[in-house]
Structures are given as structure tokens and as C-alpha cells.
């Protein structure tokens, strides 16, 4: 039997809808709250929730990213008695079936919650009977599980697809698990890195030519589109493809049809485009730096992918996975990541991301050895200098900077003193007990880092008995 959650603080409106479901004969269960919501959806699994978007402890659409996370998430339908275009937008892009305005007819709820469960028939009917192997994409958070979800229809579909996010995210990555899940997976997957294409010899590289066709072609060659013939082919930073190239390529991909360098005869080929970018393509359609035909052509579906910082979260499945594949390749025994590390990891922007992530893994395993648990002060020091500054100033509210040699962590630790304290009065301040702490976690991290865990040379630095500086380290979860 289908079962209905209404999640509603408007008693008389949860009355009605409840009275109609009940008529169609499905289950209903009513909450008035977001955490009774909560309780309700960990309970129960529901084919459609009604979810009001003025709720008493919070608002509706920031509960809805948790719904559409479930493993069998339920179609949504908004509610809402303001009439909120902004909401309504957020909704839709949240991946809501509809967005009802209250007062609503019996008649419209009674189409739109029969239109939702045929929908959700129809989809769990026609679902992969194979599971996906996504197992090369790490991460639960709920920013690269909406990105999978995407991933998953982009593989059951022969649609163009646009992959846009920064630099490091996996943008390579989700190309290649889409054609590895897709009817396309026996033949080839053939990527043209746009940014580096030879201007001279581009169409060449794209559509090969014939013997004689220019100065060094001394026999026919097979372009990469030919080559991806059945397959797909991949653009990786599609927004540094040139102007020219664009309007000859926008024909390519709508007929499939090109002619190779000094060819007299056309020639096909069936492939399938993925592309990539980490530039704003409608910025650049703005700017007149990228056709808007081609644009639309690319991105029948788009996949965003969201930067390391916004899914920390993942930060240590993706080293676990990262640390086992290094230790298989260079023959090392597995090791253990220390709290610290994590810590300090957490606080880091990581502006490269999941590369980024990946490289600093290796330079930590190199520094640590034979050690068996990879601690902060194995991190490189540049990193470390800005996460320190980054927590002094958000204590502080003061612009911390670093001294020319760029050897000191910041100035407020270089002159603690004297720098951080200065109009202490005009900034935000934390309770005393965390300023503290933090500042001793960091002095601490800093003082093992400098002295390499020499316990003689810490103790005769920081003056700490070792007692004291024993229980100091497991105070703030610490390693040597």
C-alpha cells in the first residue's frame, strides 16, 4: 500500500489531505514540525511526502536535501500559503515533483499526489536491474550523492552532458563512470583535453586527414572523433576551446558528419559527448567567448560537482582509499590516520581539491616513513602555516599575516603578546576556556613539528615537564 507523510504545523490543512488520502486508500502519517518530520521519515519509508515550507521550527526547504538523500527517497510535493517565487524555484531545483499554493482544490492535490505515484511506479519499474559501478567515486556527502544521482541517469541515457566544477573535483572521473555504466562501456572512451589541442594541427587532431593533405602528412590518420566512433568522447575543458573551432565542432555534433583534412569525402561517426569545464560557460556566452548553440548542444544534462571544502565530510573515506591504493603500489604496510591530521585537514580551503587531497596523501606517507600513523606535523608546512591562520583569525577577527621569509606561522603567534591583543575590545571574542585551548593546540603542534617529536629538545623548548606534556597531548588528541 502506498504510504503519504504530510508535514504540516496547519492542523486544519493536514486534515484535509489526510481525509483525501484516506479516501484513495492510501496510508497516511501527519507531523506538524521538521522533527517529527525527521522521526516520521527515519521510521517509515513514504512514497510521497507533503512538505510545508513555513514550518515552526524551521523552514521546509532546508529539510529538503536530508529527504531527497534517503536511499529511497520520496517524491516531494511543496506547500505553501505565500506564494514564494524564490522558494518555488529552490524546490524545483531541489528535485521536487510539485510546488502546491495553499489553499489548494481537492482536485488539484488529488492529480498531483496520482501523477507522483505513477511516476515513482514507473520509475522503480523501469530501474536498472544491474546495480552501477560507481564504486571508483568516493564519498556519501549529500553534495556528491546528488551528483551521483545525476551520474546514474546519465548512464542509462545517450544525452549529451556538461560537467562543470573547480579544478581537482573529479571531473575526468564522473566522465569515465558515466561510460563505464553505459551501453557505450566495450568501445572507447577518448578524451581531447581542449586547452592543449595544437592550434596548426587541431582539425587535423579532431578529424585526422590524408596522405599529402599539408606539409608532414605523409600518410592518412584517424582523428580522436573517429576513434571514439561507438564510444565517447570526452572534451575536458571545453571552455578553452577557440571560437573558430566551436562553430565547425557545433556541426559535428549535430550531424555526426566531418571531413578530414583534405578529405574529398565525408565521413561519420557515432559518438557520445561528455564535456568539462571549471570556467562559467554562461559568463563566457556573455562575454561573447562561447557560442550559445553550442552551449545548449552540451548540456542536455549538467552535472556540478562540488569543491572538497563543501564535503569534508569525505575528506577521510577518500584518504582511507587513497592511502590503501599507495601502500599496494609501493609495496609499503598500511597505516593509520592520526585525529590531528584530520583536524587540521578539516580547516584547510583546499583550493585544489580532491587532487590537491591526493598529492598532499603522498607527500605525508613519503614524510612519515616507516611510521604506522600519519600525524599533523607529517603534513607539509605551508599547509599547516594556513590552517593556524585561519583559526587565529577567526578567534581574533584580525587579518593574520605572515613574515617575509614566510618561516613564522603568523604574526599573532610570532607576537602573541602583543599583535593579537591589540584593540582586543573591538573584535568578536570566543569564551576565554576555547581561546586558550586553541591557541595550546596549536603551539603544541607547532612545537612537536619544529623539534621532529625529539621529546628531549620539546621539553626543554616549552619548559613542560613530561608529565605535563604528556597530558597535554592527550588532552587535545595529539600524537608525536
Known amino acids: 500500500m502506498e504510504k503519504i507523510l504530510i508535514i504540516d504545523d496547519d ?17 497516511c502519517d501527519m507531523a506538524h514540525n521538521i522533527a517529527d518530520g525527521k522521526k516520521y521519515l527515519e521510521q517509515n519509508n513514504y512514497d510521497v511526502v507533503f512538505l510545508d515550507v513555513g514550518l515552526p521550527d524551521g523552514s521546509g526547504l532546508d529539510m529538503l536535501p536530508e529527504v531527497m538523500q534517503l536511499d529511497d527517497a520520496p517524491e516531494v510535493i511543496i506547500l505553501t500559503g505565500k506564494g514564494d517565487v524564490d522558494g518555488a524555484e529552490l524546490a524545483i531545483k531541489g528535485g521536487v515533483w510539485d510546488y502546491l499554493l495553499k489553499p489548494s482544490s481537492v482536485r488539484e492535490i488529488t492529480l498531483t499526489l496520482n501523477r507522483a505515484l505513477k511516476y515513482r511506479a514507473e520509475k522503480e519499474t523501469g530501474s536498472h536491474k544491474e546495480e552501477l559501478q560507481f564504486a571508483s567515486v568516493i564519498g556519501s556527502s549529500q553534495g556528491i550523492a546528488a551528483s551521483l544521482k545525476l551520474t546514474r541517469k546519465a548512464a542509462s541515457s545517450d544525452a549529451s552532458v556538461l560537467i562543470t566544477g573547480e579544478t581537482g573535483t573529479g571531473k575526468e572521473l564522473f566522465a569515465r563512470t558515466i561510460h563505464e555504466n553505459s551501453r557505450r562501456t566495450k568501445k572507447k572512451f577518448v578524451v581531447v583535453d581542449c586547452a592543449s589541442l595544437p592550434v596548426s594541427l587541431v582539425e587535423s587532431t579532431l578529424f585526422g586527414h590524408v596522405k599529402g593533405a599539408f606539409t608532414g602528412a605523409q600518410k592518412d590518420a584517424v582523428g580522436l572523433v573517429k576513434t571514439a566512433d561507438g564510444g565517447t568522447l570526452f572534451l575536458d575543458e571545453i571552455g578553452e576551446m577557440p571560437l573558430s573551432l566551436q562553430k565547425v565542432f557545433l556541426r559535428v555534433l549535430q550531424e555526426h558528419r566531418f571531413r578530414p583534412v583534405g578529405g574529398s569525402h565525408e565521413e561519420t561517426s557515432n559518438f557520445r559527448l561528455v564535456a568539462a569545464t571549471n570556467r562559467d560557460l554562461d559568463a563566457m ?72 587531497l591526493f598529492n598532499i596523501l603522498e607527500r605525508a606517507m613519503v614524510d612519515a616513513g616507516d611510521e604506522q600513523t600519519l600525524y599533523s606535523v607529517h603534513l607539509p608546512r605551508d599547509l599547516r602555516i594556513q590552517v593556524a591562520r585561519t583559526q587565529i583569525e577567526k578567534m581574533t577577527g584580525r587579518e593574520i599575516l605572515a613574515d617575509e621569509s614566510g618561516v613564522t606561522i603568523t604574526e599573532g603567534v610570532r607576537k602573541i603578546g602583543q599583535k593579537i591583543f591589540e584593540d582586543i575590545f573591538d573584535s568578536e571574542l570566543p569564551p576565554l576556556k576555547e581561546f586558550k585551548a586553541t591557541v595550546e593546540k596549536i603551539y603544541l603542534s607547532e612545537l612537536i613539528r619544529q623539534c621532529k617529536g625529539e621529546i628531549t629538545e620539546i621539553l626543554d623548548k616549552s619548559s613542560l615537564s613530561r608529565s605535563h606534556f604528556y597530558a597535554l597531548l592527550k588532552k587535545y588528541g595529539l600524537n608525536m
Open 285 to 356: 556566452v556573455d562575454e561573447g567567448k562561447f557560442r550559445s548553440d553550442l552551449l545548449f548542444r552540451i548540456k542536455t544534462m549538467h552535472i556540478r560537482l562540488p569543491a572538497l571544502r563543501h564535503r569534508l565530510s569525505d575528506i577521510k573515506p577518500l584518504l582511507q582509499s587513497r592511502m590503501k591504493y599507495l601502500c599496494e603500489q609501493y609495496g609499503l604496510e598500511s597505516k593509520k590516520l592520526g585525529e590531528d591530521l584530520l583536524t587540521t585537514l578539516n580547516g584547510y580551503r583546499w583550493p585544489g581539491n580532491v587532487r590537491e
Open 11 to 27: 492542523v486544519e490543512a493536514c486534515e484535509t489531505i489526510e481525509s483525501l488520502i484516506s479516501r484513495l486508500s492510501y496510508a
